[in-house]
């Protein structure tokens, strides 16, 4: 190479956005690059002969870094050596997460180790939120978006678990169909922002009065539904109809000082390991169906 690509070659290495480090076969640190003392901190002259170790700190079983560890990788490689993601020790004492390619050069019966280090703030920072997105859509894919229960599809998936749980381990469960008393007079009297009040407000309810492993989903409209696991249907009675009578004794707060009370009609059924869910659903339908033709504000248990 002559002298005009040496030192082009150079100006290219000192210029370059990605940190590099050139180290001696005893891994003393021989050149730095502007952006890897702009990354650390640190100046040319007290990243001289320092350690590989110096840029980076021991694992969590206490191991100083090697580069040989990273040169010698059994990993996937690219063409510039290894990839390996570590984080760089910086002057202001803290680290930043970064990715490291190293390998080694030969020169004149000389053997270096050099490595090309990248920032990958800005790409974790990214994925981050990538992943938060993601998670936020398969939740809105499973949520009612409104009161964040579970939705529909969950609840159902829920439920077909609690059959196949039913039948594995012959333990009694039970489904309850839960409606809202004349709901539509309700919009149609205060608008459906109020309405939307009240639908959050009693979910607020069915979570504080359930039990952790029980599951309360919104159905759709004004009707819910709940699992209740490892419940006879004598137990369900009193659970249910505790949470109707929480219904009916609690307040909704409309606007100013004026409040809307609000009851509840319930349907429900025990579980049965050979039914199918949508059938699980029907027989607590009919049930609350019953509910409701008998002055509502009441619970049903099928068969009725």
Known sequence: MNEFNTELAKEIVSQSIDAIVVLDTDQKILFSNVALQSLTGYTKEELFQKSFSFLFPPNEKGEQSSIEAFVSSNEAHYIAGFLKELELITKPKGTIPVEIRAFTIHKENNAYYAAIIRDVRERRRLEEQKNVLINSLKRLAFMDELTML????????????????????????????????????????????????????????????????????????????????????????????????????????????????????????????????????????????????????????YPV
Do not use: W
């Open 150 to 301: 579970p939705n529909r599809r969950s609840f159902a998936d829920s439920l077909q678990k609690t059959i196949a749980t039913v039948k594995r381990r012959n333990r009694e469960s039970v489904l309850a169909v839960m409606d809202i008393d004349h709901f539509k007079v309700i919009n149609d009297t205060y608008g459906h922002d109020i309405g939307d009040l009240v639908l959050k407000k009693m979910a607020n309810i069915f979570v504080d009065c359930l039990r952790e492993e029980d599951t309360v989903g919104r159905l759709g409209g004004e009707e819910f539904g709940c699992i209740l696991p490892d419940t006879t249907t004598e137990g369900a009675t009193i659970v249910l109809d505790r949470l109707r009578e929480s219904v009916a004794s609690h307040r909704f707060f409309i606007f100013d000082n004026y409040y809307l009370n609000v009851t509840l009609s319930i349907g429900y059924t025990k579980v049965h390991p050979l039914q199918k869910p949508e059938e699980t659903l029907k027989f607590a339908d009919i049930a609350l169906y019953q509910a409701k033709n008998q002055g509502r504000n009441q619970i049903q248990v």
